[in-house]
């Protein structure tokens, strides 16, 4: 898979995994936009989601947000959150 | 409301800060936390936290450990009140806070119900015979009313607010009120995961503070309406003037960032107790050092007494107690007006620009006649507690 | 203190129309709840069946023990007609016997599957007990003094002698209260374990010995009020604990909570005053411990509507005066008697508005 291919992949995987596991109402995984904004006036999650997704990038991709200040950057939009994702999961 | 005059004649506590009043007070003047790695059980999280030692086996009830720590403290503040013997004699109600000991989760019970699809029940009769309130009650025979509050991390000052009503209301003469919590695995776990925890000891109101440390203990006050106390020939300078409860209706894990309900919340409890902030000596804040919850509570405090105001947190010493902390934080309060000085506030070392005040950071003498002790829950709801101490002439 | 709101979610429906159409059916069949290998009997809420979502939406990470309660506190409040200047002061009280016991077992699976690095701080938020007043108080905008309460049988009858405890000091000049409980699968196991199940789905509240339960979820709650309103549905009368037995005994009609948690019922019969008949409707919404808040649910509705519904279950083999037809009647108060396990009692006491 090239890298174009694998990073579409993660976003994918990535808006279905906040729609499913932060029960998001009414919203569909395609709808979230690659760089809208997921906290706040964006999507509207708040400080437990974000807790949330720290243990989701475990449990799904095997990665550490070592701590918060860390998180807000990667965790802006799906794009920075695929970023995070790509450059640090471990080879399969 | 109603004024009817509502004595504190007896106080509990056991804490990793001490097992009795005396103990914890040597401990506050030492200033040296009892925190450290956790012995109680095994987990790979290596967050400090601070646990009861010296928990004397008398009290002790096989896995009810909630229930153990409560017992030790409910009896010494039966012996300072000379009820001991006298209980079975006048309408007692019981009224404590707990988080732990109101759940169902025995790890060894479910990890083998979910492998084979069945499990002793022990730990299930147990837990059924464990409801913290009626536990105590049926220990020290009280037969008034009876009720377990579980409003995570203000339960054990709710529970003094619910028996104040209650006897305010002549539902009883006597109440035994507070809060126990023993360390479990499982807040471990949670709180964990809601990175709130701090790797250090935990450094409440400071520029550089990490989080909580968890704790356990029991705090307990002996209730009784005036009338009470003069038939049975007894007296204490200490009395309950107010409680004040209101809830941010916010959000589940934080609180509201301009800490709304707790201002709310205080003026409840001073326009029960007929007085305001500038009859107050001194607060004994929630001050658990998570980011969270000591901004909003040091704006609030600066914002109702001025940022001059004598606080401390007294977490440092005890961890987060959970369902404990109200009523430890309430025995410690009335302590530190009995004493007339309130310790250093352990863990602080620097003013957080973001917070308009700084706990104190020697001991403190303090000559007022009112002191509060906050509460901030989990769940957004808040509690104030005024005590008092009347100033013989 | 008055009865002014009622919201209740069980088995059979949402609201008190709903409770009110069930109680004049009778009795229903419950449904399976899987335990592994085998099945019990139980009355299970469903929430996703549920027409109006609309309250739902406020708490898309909430457990079904906190949707439950906050659709029923949602639905008394609406019922008593309060504006929103007063739902913002009322006070709340929760009651629960177990809690949000399955939410704490999800997260107990999360320790094992994960390990204790890689919880989920969602379902560890849900699984504290006052997850779901708070869910109440933040979707309902409720500010005033918010307090969830245990006391396994009695936990009801504690947090309505508070409220009206806080009624009468002024606190607050109303009170939400009411009670939540779950049914689930462990909780399906231990019951299982520890009680006898009615395997035809019956609970027979007047066989009393060995008694059989068929478990029950839901949530009753009420808007408590010291105002003078019209619109009433019952006064609470008083509150009886254990050896309180002060006073005379008013009743026209005894609910006795017999349902099952208990082998031995027994104890309830020595409640019984001759010439004032006895009902039961645990069979309509299952055994709860604080099922108390169903039958004060059902007496607020007796007394409103001057009618009886009958016992839906009428098994009775020691002949006691059971309500066996529905009839309209003249009734002026109403007691609710539950027994605990230790045969302790706790007594609610009704009377017409």
Redesign the interface.
């Known amino acids: 898979m090239s890298k174009v291919e694998e990073l579409a992949q993660i976003k994918k995987d990535l808006k279905e995994m906040l729609v499913r596991d932060?029960?998001?109402?009414?919203v569909r995984p395609e709808e979230i936009k690659d760089d809208e904004v997921l906290f706040g006036e964006g999507l509207g999650l708040?400080?437990?989601d974000a807790?949330?997704i720290?243990?989701l990038l475990?449990?799904n991709f095997g990665l550490e947000v070592k701590n918060?200040d860390q998180g807000k950057e990667i965790f802006r939009s799906i794009d920075t959150l695929a970023n995070f994702v790509l450059e640090n999961k471990k080879p399969s | 409301m109603n004024s009817r005059p509502v004595l504190i004649t007896g106080l509990g506590a056991l804490s990793a800060a001490g097992a009795t009043v005396a103990d914890t007070a040597a401990t506050f003047r030492s200033g040296r936390p009892g925190g450290g790695p956790v012995t109680l059980f095994d987990s790979p999280l290596a967050y400090p936290a601070f646990e009861v030692k010296d928990l004397p086996r008398t009290f002790l009830r096989e896995g009810l450990r909630t229930v153990s720590l409560a017992l030790a403290a409910v009896d010494e503040a039966l012996q300072e009140a000379a009820l001991v013997k006298e209980l079975p004699k006048f309408r007692v109600g019981v009224c404590l806070g707990t988080t732990v000991a109101s759940q169902l989760n025995d790890l060894d019970f479910y990890r083998s119900y979910r492998s084979t699809g069945s499990a002793p029940l022990e730990p299930v009769e147990r837990y059924l015979k464990g409801n913290l309130s009626d536990a105590v009650a049926r220990a020290v025979n009280a037969r008034g009313p009876s009720l377990t509050i579980v409003n995570a991390c203000s339960s054990g000052a709710d529970a003094i607010g619910v028996a104040l009503t209650w006897l305010r209301n002549g539902l009883c003469d006597i109440a035994i009120a507070g809060g126990a919590d023993e360390l479990s695995r499982i807040p471990y776990c949670g709180f964990a995961s809601l990175g709130i925890m701090s790797a250090e000891l935990c450094a409440p109101f400071d520029r550089d503070r990490k989080g909580l440390n968890l704790g356990e203990g029991a705090g307990v006050v002996i209730l009784e309406t005036a009338e009470c106390a003069a038939k049975r020939g007894a007296s204490s300078d200490l009395f309950l003037a107010g409680y004040g409860s209101c809830a941010d209706a916010y959000h589940l894990t934080a609180p509201h960032p301009e800490g709304l309900g707790l201002e709310r919340s205080l003026a409840k409890a001073f326009a029960q107790a007929g007085i305001g902030p500038g009859d107050v000596g001194f607060v004994n804040a929630h001050g658990t050092a998570t980011l969270e919850n000591d901004a909003a509570e040091g704006k609030v405090l600066a914002k109702v007494f001025g940022p001059g105001i004598a606080v401390l947190s007294t977490k440092g010493f005890t961890g987060h107690t959970l369902g404990a902390a109200g009523g430890l934080e309430a025995v410690f309060t009335a302590l530190g007006l009995r004493e007339g000085r309130v310790p250093a506030s352990a863990g602080f070392r620097n003013q957080d620009p973001l917070i308009p005040l700084a706990p104190v950071q020697k001991e403190t003498p303090v000559s007022a006649r009112f002191a509060v002790s906050t509460s901030l829950a989990f769940g957004g709801n808040n509690a104030a507690l005024v005590i008092g101490r009347e100033v013989k002439a | 203190m008055k009865i002014i709101g009622i919201g209740t979610l069980f088995s059979g429906g949402r609201g008190i129309d709903a409770f009110q159409q069930a109680l004049a059916k009778g009795w229903q069949a419950p449904s399976p709840l899987a335990c592994r290998d085998r099945t019990l009997p139980a009355y299970q809420v469903d929430l996703d069946g549920m027409a109006d979502r609309t309250v739902l939406k406020k708490l898309r990470r909430a457990d079904k023990l906190s949707k439950i309660a906050v659709v029923a506190a949602s639905d008394a409040v609406a019922d008593s007609g309060l504006g929103a200047a007063e739902q913002q002061k009322m006070g709340v009280i929760v009651a629960t016997a177990f809690g949000a016991h399955a939410t704490t077992f999800a997260f107990l699976d999360g320790i094992l599957e994960y390990g204790d690095a890689a919880v989920s701080p969602t379902i560890f938020s849900n699984s504290v007990h006052n997850a779901a007043a708070s869910y109440i108080s933040s979707a309902l905008a409720i500010q005033g003094p918010t307090l969830t309460v245990t006391q396994f049988f009695f936990s009801f009858q504690a947090a309505l002698q508070l409220a009206d405890a806080w009624l009468r000091e002024g606190r607050v000049e109303d009170v939400l209260v009411g009670a939540v409980d779950q049914v689930g699968e462990v909780m399906g196991y231990i019951a299982a374990s520890r009680l006898a199940i009615a395997r035809d789905g019956r609970i027979k509240p007047f066989v009393f010995s060995p008694a059989e339960a068929v478990p029950g979820e839901g949530a009753a709650f009420f808007v408590m009020s010291s105002r003078d309103r019209g619109s009433a549905y019952c006064t609470v009368d008083g509150l009886r604990f254990h050896d309180d037995l002060s006073g005379p005994v008013r009743s026209d009609l005894d609910i006795l909570d017999a349902d099952g948690l208990s082998i031995d019922e027994s104890s309830y019969i020595s409640s019984l005053v001759p010439g004032v008949p006895a009902a039961a409707y645990a069979p309509l919404y299952g055994s709860m411990m604080i099922g108390s808040a169903f039958s004060c649910a059902a007496g607020a509705l007796m007394l409103k509507e001057q009618r009886c519904f009958a016992s839906p279950v009428p098994d009775n083999p020691r002949g006691l005066a059971i309500v066996r037809e529905p009839a309209d009647s003249s009734i002026e108060f109403i007691r609710c008697i539950r027994y605990n396990c230790s045969t302790d009692r706790a007594v609610i006491e009704l009377k017409k508005a």
């Open positions: 932060l029960s998001l109402e009414d708040d400080s437990l807790v949330e720290v243990v475990q449990r918060m």
